[in-house]
């Protein structure tokens, strides 16, 4: 018992310093630690002394070469990336609507009546029960909203991961698609900082701008949505850009936002309404007036609301 007590001890103590030399491996020439990669991937190197300690002869790349970049998607044999913007990720197959053969030539009548046919069995296994064609269409209304809102494709990419959250969770259920598809595309403007108003995002949905809002809440609650507060500073650059103001009537709205933020006037109040407000009062200040008419189309909000806000901005710096 001793004798092969000993031995796993004394192998314990090989393999440890095995791992040790692993982890701490150095150059047997110069004794240097610097070793780098080639390009390839294929040399391990030390960049002192030029030693190549590792030499990979497996090449995991593809067997052909390509000197540009239309030979190489000429020549590559994969498709698309996986999206979470489609129901099946895009992994499903589509026939091409061009009635032609692999080389180029147009089909025979016969034959185009059967690629047809098979384009549509084709459409309609691609959704195997209720769920799929659930998600299929909220997917497509998510897509058709976010191209109208001008949003980039990351919003798209989170909202339609949103929403499958919310698929999965059973939180469709006695709630209309196209209302938790444009709470979950509102959800995703606020996660990625990208200032759209609920005013904005209902004008593209087919749903009105209460359901969105009692949908949005029921959603980031039981998904448990980590939102910040709209900072009102992300609608300036888009509303004094639509105004055609100069650069001095945003750097003074801004300035006008974070003196009267942090007096605390802010809480509770319309973000867009704010920043509408702050633009105005910026404009009388740098003599380029805009009207609250003018201010108000673009901010989608009340004449009555700039006022208001804006008496309330201006009693704060003490401006008279």
Known sequence: MVRLNRQQESEEEHTS???GETETQSCPECDSESLVTSGDGNEIVCEDCGLVLEEQTIDRGPEWRAFNHSERQSKS????????????????????????DAYGRSLSS?????MSRLRKWQERIRTKDAGERNLQFALSEIDRMASALGVPRSVREVASVIYRRALNEDLIRGRSIEGVATSCLYAACRQEGIPRSLEEVSEVSRVEQKEIGRTYRYVSKELSLKMEPVDPKEYVPRFTSELGVSEEVKMKANEIIDETAEQGLLSGKSPTGFAAAAIYAASLLCNEKQTQREV??????????IRNRYQEQIEAMGIH
């Open 17 to 19: 310093e095995e791992e």
């Open 110 to 114: 016969e034959k185009r009546s059967q």
């Open 296 to 305: 108000a189309d673009v901010a989608q909000v009340t004449e009555v609301t």
């Open 77 to 100: 044999r994969v498709g698309a990336p996986t999206t979470n913007t489609m129901h099946d990720k895009g992994l499903t197959t589509q026939i091409d609507w061009k009635n032609k």
